[in-house]
């Protein structure tokens, strides 16, 4: 068992070793360097799925900022990376991967990227796009748009939120067939489901946000499910993205239909068509109700003037609650639990996934051993255990008493993956306390895994975060044990 550093350390040294392997292949050599390269980079988090399935607007949605679509005029964008800058800048590759600076405008709809005469693209295949954006949130993590098939995407990303409006068959083999038979790949700790048309369930009613939800939790505790993914929400992109860009005006418009007597503004709620008629809800113009339909769609309408009515009365307040129940904010803290606290292990993943496919399909007799050593690597590693065991936990396939799920669910990093989060340790805590709460919590690990009051898949559970309680104590080994040869005799 070893820890993330470690893990990481490791991942580092067989991909030095192979590139010394492969320094005759040239492009394999190339790959492997930058592999390496991208070990120190933020979290590579790919957005994917079928053609509008919501997947640029959740894109938008977790920036921030309406900054999608991104339209080249003459390509067909394969991808578009966003990521952290000073200030924005845009770059277009070309098929070869030659990179070209250009201009980025704007507009209303998303960013426009102007090339030159010199740049301009010729319309004859696949090109990719790198946006620079100043954003907190893309400073630990780099968000790739994208409806590329799930393998090419796998080859670029760390991790992936899968987006589709209903979990069906075809959904499901394409994950399938993307996880692999062998090799990192068969772990799939880097992927989570989003159904993105939460906002339509039950023909847009204004429950229809809970009821998805209660559909994705059903979902996710579906063993098939759980063996391709990490976690299955229910988010409505439209409604996230609108709630964290909403402004004054759009606020004041919603106010002022929410001020409308029931009687007179029902009606005009039930249909796109009666919404949006000449004589329908005239304090506010036709116009602007269109750009509201277009920014909300209609259930997300009604959900803000719902929400205006029980007391929502500021843009921010509206805003925070409309994320709320878009299922945004549980997708953030997903990502955050799952994917951001285990960067590290989630890049090594995909640099250790790279390697395997290397390895296998350009075997070379010096390179034998590092499969093995790959191999020993992966089952050394309690990072995709402790993973497993946190989605197994969230989605309700895995229980455990309920006065030992958050103790798990905290030992296992699901709070952080520093010591102290993981012990639940105050930073002013001192050396022995940590110490005493470290050797407490692997004697009740230990008493779980070991006895005979849980069922064999809670006993397995049990084990698993023993074995985090032992890393723990790992770590533990550079503070000082306290004085006393008996104190934790």
Known sequence: MINEEEFEQRTYRLLNEAAHVYRGNQPAAAMLRSTLDRLADPLRLAVTGPARSGVSTLVSALIGEGLTPVELPGEQLASVTYRDGTQPRAWWQDERGTPYEIPAVRTAHGLRLVPDGRHAGRPDGARRAVVEWPSRVLRRTELIDTHLPLPQVQQTADAVLYVTPQLGEADLQALQAARGIRGPSVFPVHTMIVLSRADATGGGRTDALLTAKQAARRRRREPRVGALCQDVLAVSPLIAAAARTLRDDEFRAIATMAALPRADSEAHLLSTDRFTAADALRPVAAQQRAQLLQRFGLGGIRLA???????????????????????????????????????????????????????????????????????????????????????????????????????????????????????????????????????????????????????????????????????????????????????YA
């Open 305 to 487: 003037i719902t929400l205006v009515r029980t007391g929502c009365d500021h843009a921010a307040v509206l805003g925070e609650r409309l994320q709320e129940h878009s299922g945004l904010k549980d997708l953030q803290a997903s990502i955050a639990e799952l994917f951001t606290a285990r960067r590290v292990a989630l890049r090594a993943r995909s640099a250790l996934t790279i390697l395997d496919r290397l390895l296998r399909t350009q075997p070379v007799p010096p390179a034998v051993h590092l499969l093995a050593e790959l191999e020993l690597l992966l089952a050394d590693a309690h990072e995709f255990r402790e993973l497993r065991l946190l989605a197994a936990l969230r989605a309700g396939r895995v229980n455990l008493p309920r006065e030992y799920a958050v103790d798990a669910r905290r030992l296992l990093g699901g709070s952080g993956t520093s010591l102290g989060e993981r012990l639940g340790m105050s930073p002013e805590a001192t050396a022995e306390d940590t110490w005493s709460e470290a050797h407490a919590a692997a004697d009740r690990w230990r008493e779980q895994a070991h006895g005979r009051d849980l069922v064999p898949a809670q006993r397995r559970a049990a084990e698993v975060v023993l074995r985090s309680c032992d890393m723990i104590l790992a770590g533990l080994d550079t503070i000082a044990a306290p004085a006393g040869p008996a104190a």
